[in-house]
């Protein structure tokens, strides 16, 4: 069988799972196309091709159906899907699917309207839009480098349920809420409400690293490309109701990593069942005094 046939086996293999007409090229890379119904501006679907087009792997963005599909049957089953992992472990898979992702997640920013300020999320934790952008019933919270590139979104549904793009970059990128090229100091907090409720009591640029764990990856990329006059200060959550305070624990952990400050709100508040973790919460809280 030559190439040509086994891009053929492979194109019929997509357009049968995912139900549009695909872009099959033998190169290695993330290619978008079409989502079935949508316009062609719409590229929610993707397929990536071996050099020697033997095994794609595809998938919906939106729906998040992937698949791995093979050209040729002269290798066994077990041989193909060991290969298939290996593409799919590989570093270089990663960083093509988070270019892909980002993509996706700049076309989906794009084509959205401005955030409803009456958003369920927005009016719960009594905060603004801002420069949010909503996308059907969910709010957008763009992810960022230092540069300003957009990686990733994070989607908060109405009841407040946090989904990032499948696949796409989470690590070091970050929202932003207010100017960071003028801010001094600069704030990280771990979530979006507690960094617009900071930044907005402040009118400092406040980050949203959206993870405990991403602070450290955050806090460094930020020290590396900030002015080394600016200061650097966490706002921890004080997650004093989990066993090792997380939230706490991971903000002075990357506080020490790049000799920053850290302010944490004192918890509990008076209500002897407070779940208060963040500044948020405290400002939302009637037991805080
Ligand atoms: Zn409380």
Redesign the pocket.
């Given at each position: 069988m030559d190439i040509k046939e086994r891009l053929n086996i492979l194109a019929q293999q997509i357009s049968a799972a995912l139900k549009t007409e695909p872009m099959v090229v033998p190169d290695n890379q993330f290619h978008r196309f079409a989502a079935p119904g949508k316009s062609a501006k719409n590229k929610a679907c993707y397929a990536l091709v071996n050099e020697a087009a033997t095994v794609v792997h595809c998938g919906n963005f939106i729906t998040g159906e992937k698949y791995t599909f093979f050209a040729d049957s002269d290798v066994d089953d077990q041989g193909q899907s060991e290969r298939a992992d290996r593409i799919a472990e590989s570093d270089e898979f990663r960083a093509n699917q988070q270019r892909a992702i980002a993509e996706q997640a700049r076309s989906q920013l794009k084509d959205a309207r401005p955030a409803d300020p009456d958003h369920p999320y927005l009016v719960a934790k009594n905060i603004g839009a801002g420069g949010l952008t909503q996308w059907g019933n969910n709010l957008q919270v763009p992810l960022q480098d230092v540069d300003g590139t957009i990686w990733n979104l994070q989607n908060i549904s109405p009841a407040g349920e946090k989904r990032f793009l499948k696949g796409g970059r989470t690590s070091g990128v970050f929202a932003v809420i207010g100017d960071l090229k003028n801010s001094d100091p600069v704030y990280v907090a771990e979530g979006y409400a507690t960094a617009a409720t900071f930044s907005g009591g402040i009118e400092k640029c406040c980050i949203a690293a959206l993870s405990a764990s991403n602070l450290e990856s955050v806090c460094l990329a930020l020290r590396t490309n900030l002015p080394s006059h600016v200061d650097i200060c966490l706002v921890a959550d004080n997650d004093h109701r989990t066993p090792g305070n997380p939230g706490m624990t991971l903000a002075n952990a990357a506080a020490k990593t790049i000799a920053g400050a850290v302010v944490f709100p004192p918890?509990?508040?008076?209500?002897p069942?407070?779940?208060?973790t963040d500044f948020n919460?405290?400002i939302n809280?009637?037991?805080?005094t």
């Open positions: 918890l509990p508040c008076s209500n069942e407070c779940n208060c919460d405290v809280c009637k037991h805080y």
